[in-house]
């Protein structure tokens, strides 16, 4: 007996979402890892640099260094903040055919491992101020926040020691940095959820 065509439509609509899940997932993975690389890469270089005689010009490079790493580290947040939007459609989308199925099948329905949810979260949660104190899941966007905002402070150390060639400006710029750019990337992320939060919310209340 053959499915009706509807059903074998849902089934491969079922598939590609779970590839497009996947691409989407690997991509931000993918871009994450080129940027630990080269954060690796550069500091390296930076080190053998201030190992040197001429730590003036060193703090010089190390400041062109991180401005570039930290334009790179912020939109590298941003394809993962795009990418985590982006899967949660995705998941919600298949676990919604997934429950299709299951209606059609009682027992089936009762087996699944993953149910769709709908309550008032919608896809996407809001994100708490209280949350900056700690990393919720140290997921891939928390790892992200905390590598740019790493960049950061070398930066604000590299630019501190330009200045003054003082050990405790050294430590003021690098705690400086870090701080500011921590509070702006979590501010950046927090915007972005709640933003899909309330764009989710619009669109189930004008259904």
Do not use: C
């Not at 994450?32 to 890469?41: K, P």
């Not at 040197?52 to 062109?64: K, N």
């Not at 209606?103 to 309550?119: G, Q």
């Not at 060639?165 to 940095?177: C, K, T």
């Amino acid at each position: 007996m053959t499915e009706p065509v509807g059903e074998n439509f849902l089934l491969e609509e079922y598939r590609a979402l779970q590839e497009a899940f996947n691409r989407n997932e690997e991509l931000g993975e993918r871009r994450v890892s080129i940027l630990l690389t080269l954060v690796g890469a550069v500091v390296a270089g930076l080190t053998a640099g201030f190992l040197g005689e001429d730590r003036h010009t060193a703090s010089g490079a190390a400041m062109v260094g991180f401005s570039a790493l930290l334009l790179l580290g912020l939109s590298t947040l941003a394809r993962v903040i795009h990418r985590n939007l982006r899967s949660s459609e995705y998941l919600r989308a298949a676990a919604t055919i997934r429950e299709y199925f299951g209606s059609l099948n009682e027992p089936l329905k009762e087996v699944l491992p993953f149910k769709r949810k709908d309550n008032d979260d919608g896809p996407w949660r809001k994100r708490e101020w209280k949350e900056i104190w700690f990393l919720r899941t140290g997921g891939i966007v928390e790892t992200v926040e905390i590598v740019v905002s790493l960049i950061a402070a070398g930066l604000g150390a590299a630019i501190s020691y330009y200045i003054s060639e003082n050990s405790a400006a050294l430590a003021v710029g690098a705690g400086g940095g870090f701080s500011s750019s921590y509070f702006f990337t979590f501010a950046w992320v927090k915007h972005r959820y709640d933003k899909a939060y309330e764009k989710a919310h619009e669109k189930k209340s004008s259904a």
